[in-house]
Protein backbone atom coordinates (compact mmCIF):
# COMPACT_ATOMS: atom_id res chain seq x y z
CA UNK A 1 0.00 0.00 0.00
CA UNK A 2 3.11 2.52 0.81
CA UNK A 3 4.77 1.49 -2.51
CA UNK A 4 1.73 1.97 -4.31
CA UNK A 5 1.14 5.84 -2.58
CA UNK A 6 4.79 6.15 -3.04
CA UNK A 7 4.41 5.58 -6.96
CA UNK A 8 1.66 7.64 -7.28
CA UNK A 9 3.39 10.97 -5.71
CA UNK A 10 6.16 10.20 -7.59
CA UNK A 11 4.36 9.60 -10.97
CA UNK A 12 2.47 13.55 -10.24
CA UNK A 13 5.81 14.87 -9.66
CA UNK A 14 7.12 13.77 -12.77
CA UNK A 15 3.83 15.02 -14.63
CA UNK A 16 4.48 18.07 -12.37
CA UNK A 17 8.16 18.45 -13.87
CA UNK A 18 7.33 17.87 -17.60
CA UNK A 19 4.79 20.65 -17.60
CA UNK A 20 7.31 22.58 -16.28
CA UNK A 21 9.75 21.81 -18.52
CA UNK A 22 7.49 22.53 -21.16
CA UNK A 23 6.94 25.44 -19.63
CA UNK A 24 10.25 26.78 -19.68
CA UNK A 25 10.55 25.68 -23.21
CA UNK A 26 7.94 28.06 -24.08
CA UNK A 27 5.41 25.09 -25.36
CA UNK A 28 2.34 26.76 -23.51
CA UNK A 29 -0.20 25.23 -25.18
CA UNK A 30 1.49 21.76 -24.08
CA UNK A 31 2.44 22.76 -20.53
CA UNK A 32 -1.54 23.93 -20.17
CA UNK A 33 -2.56 20.65 -21.42
CA UNK A 34 -0.66 19.05 -18.49
CA UNK A 35 -1.16 21.65 -16.14
CA UNK A 36 -5.09 21.64 -16.52
CA UNK A 37 -5.08 17.74 -15.96
CA UNK A 38 -2.95 18.53 -12.55
CA UNK A 39 -5.87 20.86 -11.34
CA UNK A 40 -8.58 18.98 -12.54
CA UNK A 41 -7.06 16.02 -10.73
CA UNK A 42 -6.63 18.43 -7.41
CA UNK A 43 -2.83 17.55 -8.00
CA UNK A 44 0.32 19.37 -6.68
CA UNK A 45 -2.01 22.20 -5.55
CA UNK A 46 -1.61 25.46 -5.63
CA UNK A 47 1.64 25.13 -7.94
CA UNK A 48 -0.14 23.37 -10.58
CA UNK A 49 -2.71 26.44 -10.56
CA UNK A 50 0.01 29.12 -10.19
CA UNK A 51 1.76 27.64 -13.06
CA UNK A 52 -1.83 27.67 -15.02
CA UNK A 53 -2.53 31.24 -14.28
CA UNK A 54 1.22 31.84 -16.23
CA UNK A 55 0.32 29.84 -19.34
CA UNK A 56 -2.91 31.18 -19.96
CA UNK A 57 -1.25 34.44 -19.65
CA UNK A 58 1.39 32.95 -22.21
CA UNK A 59 -1.86 32.37 -24.52
CA UNK A 60 -3.47 35.62 -24.76
CA UNK A 61 -6.51 34.25 -22.57
CA UNK A 62 -7.12 36.60 -20.16
CA UNK A 63 -10.60 35.75 -19.83
CA UNK A 64 -10.39 32.36 -19.24
CA UNK A 65 -7.49 33.56 -16.73
CA UNK A 66 -9.81 35.44 -14.72
CA UNK A 67 -12.60 33.17 -14.73
CA UNK A 68 -9.66 30.32 -13.45
CA UNK A 69 -8.80 32.51 -10.85
CA UNK A 70 -12.71 33.13 -9.64
CA UNK A 71 -12.84 29.23 -9.14
CA UNK A 72 -9.90 28.86 -7.67
CA UNK A 73 -11.11 31.40 -4.88
CA UNK A 74 -14.08 29.85 -4.37
CA UNK A 75 -12.93 26.55 -4.33
CA UNK A 76 -9.87 27.08 -1.58
CA UNK A 77 -9.90 31.13 0.03
CA UNK A 78 -6.60 30.43 1.55
CA UNK A 79 -5.42 30.18 -2.37
CA UNK A 80 -3.06 33.35 -2.33
CA UNK A 81 -2.00 32.50 1.35
CA UNK A 82 -0.59 29.20 0.10
CA UNK A 83 0.64 30.48 -3.49
CA UNK A 84 2.77 33.15 -1.35
CA UNK A 85 4.30 30.65 0.94
CA UNK A 86 5.46 28.80 -2.33
CA UNK A 87 6.73 32.06 -3.89
CA UNK A 88 8.36 32.69 -0.31
CA UNK A 89 10.20 29.17 -1.35
CA UNK A 90 10.94 29.74 -4.60
CA UNK A 91 12.02 33.13 -4.19
CA UNK A 92 15.05 31.55 -1.53
CA UNK A 93 15.84 29.66 -5.04
CA UNK A 94 15.49 32.60 -7.80
CA UNK A 95 16.12 36.11 -5.42
CA UNK A 96 15.04 38.06 -8.93
CA UNK A 97 12.32 35.89 -9.98
CA UNK A 98 9.88 38.87 -11.54
CA UNK A 99 6.91 36.45 -11.29
CA UNK A 100 7.45 36.08 -8.07
CA UNK A 101 8.46 39.52 -6.85
CA UNK A 102 5.08 40.72 -7.92
CA UNK A 103 2.63 38.17 -6.25
CA UNK A 104 4.83 38.99 -3.37
CA UNK A 105 3.45 42.54 -3.63
CA UNK A 106 7.45 43.82 -3.70
CA UNK A 107 6.52 46.07 -6.83
CA UNK A 108 9.60 48.39 -5.91
CA UNK A 109 12.09 45.18 -6.62
CA UNK A 110 9.99 44.13 -9.39
CA UNK A 111 10.24 46.93 -11.29
CA UNK A 112 13.79 47.54 -10.61
CA UNK A 113 14.31 43.92 -12.12
CA UNK A 114 12.13 44.65 -14.74
CA UNK A 115 13.39 47.65 -16.13
CA UNK A 116 16.90 45.57 -15.97
CA UNK A 117 15.58 42.45 -17.65
CA UNK A 118 14.44 45.39 -20.78
CA UNK A 119 17.60 46.52 -21.05
CA UNK A 120 19.06 42.83 -21.76
CA UNK A 121 16.06 41.70 -23.85
CA UNK A 122 13.99 44.35 -24.96
CA UNK A 123 11.85 42.57 -27.18
CA UNK A 124 10.91 40.02 -24.74
CA UNK A 125 7.19 40.69 -24.56
CA UNK A 126 5.90 39.46 -21.63
CA UNK A 127 8.82 41.18 -19.87
CA UNK A 128 6.44 44.58 -21.13
CA UNK A 129 3.18 43.09 -19.53
CA UNK A 130 4.93 42.80 -16.00
CA UNK A 131 6.16 46.09 -16.23
CA UNK A 132 2.45 47.22 -16.79
CA UNK A 133 1.17 44.72 -13.74
CA UNK A 134 3.51 46.07 -11.41
CA UNK A 135 2.49 50.25 -12.46
CA UNK A 136 -0.24 49.07 -12.21
CA UNK A 137 -0.26 47.42 -8.77
CA UNK A 138 1.48 50.82 -7.85
CA UNK A 139 -1.15 52.71 -9.43
CA UNK A 140 0.86 54.78 -12.38
CA UNK A 141 -1.75 54.98 -14.68
CA UNK A 142 -0.34 57.28 -17.05
CA UNK A 143 2.53 55.15 -16.65
CA UNK A 144 1.14 52.02 -17.53
CA UNK A 145 -0.20 53.68 -20.88
CA UNK A 146 2.67 55.16 -22.12
CA UNK A 147 4.97 51.74 -21.82
CA UNK A 148 1.86 49.81 -22.90
CA UNK A 149 1.16 51.94 -25.75
CA UNK A 150 4.48 51.72 -26.83
CA UNK A 151 4.94 47.90 -26.40
CA UNK A 152 1.41 47.37 -28.58
CA UNK A 153 3.43 49.19 -31.36
CA UNK A 154 5.69 45.83 -31.50
CA UNK A 155 2.62 43.33 -30.28
CA UNK A 156 -0.99 44.97 -31.78
CA UNK A 157 -2.46 41.68 -31.18
CA UNK A 158 -1.55 41.61 -27.22
CA UNK A 159 -4.96 41.28 -25.27
CA UNK A 160 -3.55 41.53 -21.88
CA UNK A 161 -1.86 44.78 -22.87
CA UNK A 162 -4.65 46.23 -24.74
CA UNK A 163 -6.71 45.26 -21.12
CA UNK A 164 -4.18 47.15 -18.89
CA UNK A 165 -3.72 50.39 -21.16
CA UNK A 166 -7.94 50.68 -21.59
CA UNK A 167 -8.36 50.21 -18.02
CA UNK A 168 -5.92 53.01 -16.94
CA UNK A 169 -7.28 55.16 -19.23
CA UNK A 170 -11.00 54.51 -18.52
CA UNK A 171 -9.62 55.22 -14.79
CA UNK A 172 -8.47 58.32 -15.69
CA UNK A 173 -11.63 59.02 -17.09
CA UNK A 174 -9.96 59.23 -20.50
CA UNK A 175 -13.25 57.19 -21.79
CA UNK A 176 -13.18 57.56 -25.71
CA UNK A 177 -9.56 56.12 -25.84
CA UNK A 178 -10.11 53.66 -23.42
CA UNK A 179 -13.70 52.72 -25.54
CA UNK A 180 -11.00 52.04 -28.61
CA UNK A 181 -8.66 49.40 -26.61
CA UNK A 182 -11.30 47.54 -25.39
CA UNK A 183 -13.20 47.19 -28.73
CA UNK A 184 -10.00 46.01 -30.25
CA UNK A 185 -9.96 43.22 -27.62
CA UNK A 186 -13.58 42.28 -28.46
CA UNK A 187 -12.65 41.83 -32.33
CA UNK A 188 -9.64 39.20 -31.00
CA UNK A 189 -11.44 38.08 -28.28
CA UNK A 190 -15.59 38.45 -28.51
CA UNK A 191 -16.38 36.01 -25.74
CA UNK A 192 -14.49 38.26 -23.29
CA UNK A 193 -17.60 39.16 -21.23
CA UNK A 194 -15.45 41.36 -18.62
CA UNK A 195 -14.52 43.69 -21.47
CA UNK A 196 -18.53 44.05 -22.88
CA UNK A 197 -18.88 45.22 -18.98
CA UNK A 198 -15.86 47.86 -19.33
CA UNK A 199 -17.46 49.12 -22.54
CA UNK A 200 -20.79 49.83 -20.92
CA UNK A 201 -18.98 51.86 -18.42
CA UNK A 202 -16.92 53.66 -21.25
CA UNK A 203 -20.03 54.12 -22.85
CA UNK A 204 -21.99 55.62 -20.34
CA UNK A 205 -19.56 57.88 -19.41
CA UNK A 206 -19.66 59.46 -22.65
CA UNK A 207 -23.10 59.93 -22.50
CA UNK A 208 -23.93 56.82 -25.34
CA UNK A 209 -26.87 55.08 -23.25
CA UNK A 210 -28.57 53.68 -26.15
CA UNK A 211 -25.07 52.04 -27.60
CA UNK A 212 -24.43 51.31 -23.80
CA UNK A 213 -27.53 48.73 -23.89
CA UNK A 214 -26.81 47.12 -26.79
CA UNK A 215 -23.45 46.34 -25.62
CA UNK A 216 -25.02 44.36 -21.87
CA UNK A 217 -27.29 42.90 -24.30
CA UNK A 218 -24.19 40.46 -26.34
CA UNK A 219 -22.50 40.68 -22.64
CA UNK A 220 -26.03 38.89 -21.16
CA UNK A 221 -26.36 36.68 -24.50
CA UNK A 222 -22.43 35.03 -23.35
CA UNK A 223 -23.48 35.46 -19.57
CA UNK A 224 -27.25 35.63 -18.74
CA UNK A 225 -27.09 35.58 -15.22
CA UNK A 226 -24.01 37.93 -14.61
CA UNK A 227 -25.81 40.00 -11.93
CA UNK A 228 -23.07 42.28 -12.22
CA UNK A 229 -24.38 43.47 -15.45
CA UNK A 230 -27.45 43.22 -15.33
CA UNK A 231 -26.68 45.62 -12.21
CA UNK A 232 -24.92 47.96 -14.17
CA UNK A 233 -27.45 47.97 -16.96
CA UNK A 234 -29.84 50.03 -15.15
CA UNK A 235 -27.36 52.85 -15.51
CA UNK A 236 -28.01 53.20 -19.13
CA UNK A 237 -31.65 52.88 -18.26
CA UNK A 238 -31.77 55.71 -15.88
CA UNK A 239 -29.90 57.89 -17.97
CA UNK A 240 -32.54 57.28 -20.86
CA UNK A 241 -35.25 57.98 -18.16
CA UNK A 242 -36.65 54.45 -18.25
CA UNK A 243 -37.28 54.10 -14.55
CA UNK A 244 -39.31 51.61 -14.49
CA UNK A 245 -37.14 49.12 -16.52
CA UNK A 246 -34.59 50.20 -14.26
CA UNK A 247 -36.24 49.22 -11.22
CA UNK A 248 -37.08 45.52 -12.77
CA UNK A 249 -33.67 45.24 -13.87
CA UNK A 250 -32.88 45.80 -10.09
CA UNK A 251 -35.12 43.48 -8.82
CA UNK A 252 -33.83 41.09 -10.83
CA UNK A 253 -29.88 41.08 -9.71
CA UNK A 254 -31.25 41.12 -6.30
CA UNK A 255 -32.60 37.86 -7.21
CA UNK A 256 -29.30 36.86 -8.35
CA UNK A 257 -27.63 38.19 -5.18
CA UNK A 258 -26.34 40.87 -5.64
CA UNK A 259 -26.63 43.63 -3.60
CA UNK A 260 -28.91 46.47 -3.57
CA UNK A 261 -26.59 49.17 -3.12
CA UNK A 262 -24.64 47.55 -6.18
CA UNK A 263 -23.68 51.04 -8.11
CA UNK A 264 -20.92 52.03 -10.66
CA UNK A 265 -19.75 54.26 -8.42
CA UNK A 266 -18.63 51.13 -6.61
CA UNK A 267 -17.93 49.25 -9.30
CA UNK A 268 -15.48 51.27 -10.25
CA UNK A 269 -13.62 52.07 -6.54
CA UNK A 270 -13.27 48.57 -6.50
CA UNK A 271 -11.66 48.41 -10.06
CA UNK A 272 -9.49 51.12 -8.36
CA UNK A 273 -8.43 48.96 -5.60
CA UNK A 274 -7.80 45.78 -7.33
CA UNK A 275 -5.57 47.66 -10.11
Known amino acids: MDQDLCLHQENIQQNTDQSVNL ?7 EADELFTDLVQKKQNAPYSQFYKCQ ?9 KLINFVEQIQAE ?3 FFTQVIEHC ?27 NEAIKLNPQFPLIQVWRCLTLISKKKYNEVIDIGQQALKEYPNSVILHHYVGISLQILSRSVEALEHFEIILQLNPNFVQIYLWK ?21 KLDSKNSEIINQKRISLQGLNMYR ?6 RLAIQLGQEENFFITKFMTQAKETF
Open 23 to 29: FNQKKWI
Open 55 to 63: TLIHLNQID
Open 76 to 78: NPY
Open 88 to 114: NQELKNDSENIIILYVLHQFDESESII
Open 200 to 220: CISLETQNQYLKALCCYDLAL
Open 245 to 250: KAIQIQ
